[in-house]
């Protein structure tokens, strides 16, 4: 499986539409085999969507998403995680360990 967490400064991004960078992360059998970052140029909705799938992103972490990108990345069969904040790699091992629904990586307001 191939997860992908946009990223800012070590962090979860905190706005997905407007991410310059990804991270994407092979699981295998729940435990990290590979990681690699993939610049965002797209600027549309549509095209960000696409080039997820394209790379094989069947989860995607985030922090704020619009309901049009939201929609997009759900119609090509990729599950979300939105309102996510903190540092990647702490947000990735909570991920890994069942640990993401910790309040403290919910984002102020989110829902």
Known sequence: MILA???W???????LDTARC???VRLEEGHEV???????D????????ETLAERGVALLICGAVTAELRAAVVGRGIDLIPWTMGAVDEVLDAYLGGELSD???AMPGAN
């Open 5 to 7: 967490i946009p990223i």
């Open 9 to 15: 400064e070590g962090r979860v991004s905190p706005v």
């Open 22 to 24: 990804l991270l994407t």
């Open 34 to 40: 590979e990681r690699d970052e993939l610049p965002l």
């Open 42 to 49: 797209e600027q549309t909705p549509s095209a960000r969507a």
């Open 103 to 105: 309040p403290r990586y």
